[in-house]
């Protein structure tokens, strides 16, 4: 299994950025996907996720409003695009990969087998 994100940088408070993790190496469309943030002295936490057929999504109060997730079954990809950036959104954002197949809700605390390294966003002025 292999999860390798993509799409963070530096960006003024304001703009925009669409992240995305790319997966390989198990049948990506059985299985949903989550997005994580991590800020430094922190600990990890969990901001989006998406059931393996897209129905059902899931933001966290802190990016709610301002955020889309998606997922390409034929392509392999998870995508969160957020909007409105703010300092507080600055941290290291990872994908995971969710443990059971077929989970078609995204109730209660979210359990991954992988995650990628991760990709830094920096939000400043």
């Known amino acids: 299994v292999q999860l390798v994100e993509s799409g963070g940088g530096f960006v003024e408070p304001g703009g925009s950025l669409r992240l995305s993790c790319a997966a390989s190496?198990?049948?990506?469309?059985?299985?949903?996907m989550y997005w994580f943030r991590q800020a430094p002295g922190k600990a990890p936490e969990w901001i989006s996720g998406?059931?393996?057929?897209?129905?059902?999504?899931y933001y966290a109060e802190s990016i709610k409003g301002r955020s889309t997730i998606s997922r390409d079954n034929v392509k392999n990809t998870l995508t969160l695009r957020i909007n409105n950036l703010k300092p507080e959104d600055t941290a290291m954002y990872f994908c995971?990969?969710?443990?059971?197949?077929?989970?078609?809700?995204?109730?209660?605390?979210?359990?991954?087998?992988?995650r990628g390294q991760g990709t830094q966003v920096t939000v400043s002025s």
């Open positions: 998406i059931t393996y057929h897209s129905v059902t999504k």
């Open positions: 190496g198990f049948p990506y469309d059985d299985y949903a």
């Open positions: 995971a990969k969710d443990i059971p197949k077929w989970r078609t809700d995204l109730k209660g605390k979210p359990e991954y087998d992988y």
